[in-house]
């Protein structure tokens, strides 16, 4: 069986193998060679978020701007917006919510206008000496797309557009990666949703 909402859990995973001592303190014996994915619940610099007027056909910007108004005060936000005209109905309506403008950086995809960032984008890694790198994983439009594919190129790439504007290398693997399929506790073990991460074989999936 797979567990309640299978869910299955897995200890030594690749990435996130390296035993975790508390927020912002590495296990001594991790090497500046060895780079594990943090838990999301441990402290972050900012949090990437796309401000598209609508998704799926509904209109979603004022649930945008409630979540900048609410994460402002405590990180960074990296603000993805489809264009100038875009921008400024958002600086004008976080102007008007009281929001420190200093707190949002705004920026425009060349790569992907998707909003699944959890899925497609950069997935950081970090070292025992505290420095940071992005995982550049391929990707097939949920089981949809081949990998390599001009659908797959057309989102696939965010992960390293994101990386780049972090100012951090990558780190190249051909797994086909669904972020919003797994949670970490940044001390070895994953939980991930079977029906996505064997969906095409846990050889070139994850």
Known sequence: GVGLFGLIVWTTVAW???AYTGP????SHKTSDEFAMPAEFEPQEAVWISARPKE???PVLDVVIEMVRALAPHVRIELMVPNEEIKAQVQERLRAQGV????VKFWTTTA??????????????????????AVDFNFNCYGE????SDQARGKEGL??????????STIKTELVSEGGDREVNGRGTLMAIESTVFALGIASYF
């Open 16 to 18: 996130a193998s390296a």
């Open 24 to 27: 912002g303190h590495a296990a």
């Open 56 to 58: 799926s056909g509904k």
């Open 100 to 103: 420190d403008a200093e707190r």
């Open 112 to 133: 992907s206008p998707t909003r699944w960032y959890r899925d497609v984008g950069a997935i950081f890694l970090r070292n025992g000496d505290g420095d940071l790198k």
């Open 145 to 148: 797309c081949k990998t390599g």
């Open 159 to 168: 992960d390293r557009e994101i990386a780049g504007l972090a100012g951090v």
